[in-house]
């Protein structure tokens, strides 16, 4: 039997009852692993405790044929409609300066009961540790950028039918994903730039 305790200054205190700390082990290593997409390769590494480096993270809905973290290696993955996704998202965080991108469609084994939940309770620890948040809204017209550019605030009506309209506020998991990272910077569908958080932080008070 496995036992966690955690004290009231975070410490973890493990017994297990196997002579054997294999067990222990393995359960450390689900708690402090994460698994990271490489923004030029795209090939997926996992990282242990202080020895993960600095990533992106992306912050989204759920489309058809999103690509899992089977699917990213595998020879049809460029093939799935949710691959653009992943390969533009890569492509922003290349020319940030940054080598690793966290993206949940992929970077999470989903086959895995045990790491699924602990990635669930991880994740608003995982946007606050991104050097970066993107906000991917893929039913934002292109042209939205432009109204909401911070020179030109938009009329109610026009932010009401466009920026604010977008699926991506109505999901309840994405409150987190905007509050959590320091930097959020949002996308319309053809990965052009709106704006960051701070930047459209009226547009963002009116929804």
């Known amino acids: 039997m496995l036992r966690l305790e955690r004290s009231s200054v975070c410490t973890i205190k493990v017994e297990a009852k196997y002579p054997s700390s294999s067990l222990c082990a393995w359960f450390l ?37 999103e690509v899992t973290c089977q699917d990213i290696s595998g020879l049809g993955a460029e093939e799935m409609a949710g691959y653009a996704k992943i390969r533009k998202c890569c492509d922003q965080a290349a020319r940030d300066g ?24 991880s994740m ?14 893929s039913d934002l017209p292109p042209d939205c950028s432009m109204d909401l550019s ?10 009401k039918m466009t920026f604010g309209a977008s699926r991506w506020f109505t ?15 949002f996308y319309a569908q053809d990965w052009t730039q709106i704006g960051s958080k701070e930047e459209l932080s009226l547009s963002l008070s009116r929804i």
């Not at 608003?124 to 809204?137: D, E, F, P, Q």
């Not at 911070?150 to 932010?159: A, F, I, K, V």
């Not at 409150?175 to 930097?183: G, S």
Request: net charge negative; proline share 6%.
């Open 29 to 65: 290593r689900l708690l402090f692993t994460m698994r990271l997409l490489h923004s030029q390769t795209l090939q997926l590494q996992e990282f242990f405790g202080d020895a993960i480096p600095q990533y992106a993270i992306l912050s989204h809905t759920w489309g058809t044929e």
């Open 98 to 121: 940054i080598h690793f991108v966290w993206i949940d469609t992929c970077c999470i084994d989903k086959r895995s009961s045990a790491e699924l939940s602990e990635a669930i309770n």
């Open 124 to 137: 608003y620890s995982w946007y606050k540790n991104s050097k970066i948040c993107y906000a991917y809204l």
């Open 150 to 159: 911070p020179s030109r605030p938009p009329e109610p009506w026009l932010q």
């Open 171 to 185: 999901r309840g998991w994405t409150l987190q994903e905007l509050i959590a990272p320091a930097t959020v910077v």
